[in-house]
Each structure stands twice: as structure tokens, then as C-alpha cells.
């Protein structure tokens, strides 16, 4: 069975900065896209980065734009996301999400896009 291990969260000052990692456990299945969402109580579960195994490519939210940067390390199976510039309403539970079928664009930066999740890790940001 797929597992994703999220790693790095923590309580941080607006301006500070973190890194998040995600590994996934096993290599017998194939990957296609990783990406990081986010989600607040009461909310849906909203799309923060996503990147292309094969080529890097990246996407990002609006609202993450310059301050974030996602990444991978193909060997480690590993995908990172830098953030910078923290703000107050930056404050989620992150998620890392792996798609293992090859889909469409349109499908990186939605959530029923993705076949395995990670547990999630607490990212606290005080102004």
C-alpha cells in the first residue's frame, strides 16, 4: 500500500519561513504528479502546488505565488514545498497527494485529481 509521510510543519511568525517534505513509502507504482493542498476547519481542502514527475513542471495557487516553491527529488521520491513570506492565513493542515495515472492538466490542481494522501502536517502561523 502507497504511503505519503509528510514532514516539517511547525508554529512559525508571519515572515518566517518553512519546509515541508513528503515521502512516499514504496516505488512499485508510477508517478505522475505530486502536489500539496491545504485545508482549514470547516473548509474544503484547497489546492497550494502541484509538479510534473517527468518534466518539473509547476502550478501553483494565486495566493501562493512567489512566496512558494515546490520541488522534487526523483531518486527519494521525495517532494518538497519551500515557503517563504509566511502570512497568518497561511495557517492549515498540509497534505501531500500523488497521482498515479496520467491525467490532464486540469486535474493537478484538483483534489479528486489525486489517488493517495498523506496523513497531514500542522503549519501554524502567528502574526
Known amino acids: 500500500q502507497v504511503q505519503l509521510v509528510e514532514s516539517g510543519g511547525g508554529w512559525v511568525q508571519a515572515g518566517d519561513s518553512l519546509r515541508l517534505s513528503c515521502a512516499a513509502s514504496?516505488?512499485?507504482?508510477?508517478?505522475?504528479?505530486m502536489g500539496w493542498f491545504r485545508q482549514t476547519p470547516g473548509k474544503e481542502r484547497e489546492f497550494v502546488a502541484a509538479?510534473?514527475?517527468?518534466?518539473?513542471?509547476?502550478y501553483y495557487a494565486d495566493s501562493v505565488k512567489g512566496r512558494f516553491t515546490i520541488s522534487r527529488d526523483n531518486a527519494k521520491n521525495t517532494v518538497y514545498l519551500q515557503m517563504n513570506s509566511l502570512k497568518p492565513e497561511d495557517t492549515a493542515v498540509y497534505y501531500c497527494?500523488?497521482?498515479?495515472?496520467?491525467?490532464?492538466?486540469?486535474?493537478?490542481?484538483?483534489?479528486?485529481?489525486?489517488?493517495?494522501w498523506g496523513q497531514g502536517t500542522q503549519v501554524t502561523v502567528s502574526s
Open positions: 509538479i510534473t514527475w517527468s518534466d518539473g513542471g509547476t
Open positions: 514504496e516505488r512499485t507504482f508510477s508517478t505522475y504528479v
Open positions: 497527494g500523488v497521482q498515479t495515472r496520467n491525467r490532464v492538466s486540469y486535474y493537478y490542481t484538483r483534489r479528486y485529481g489525486y489517488d493517495y
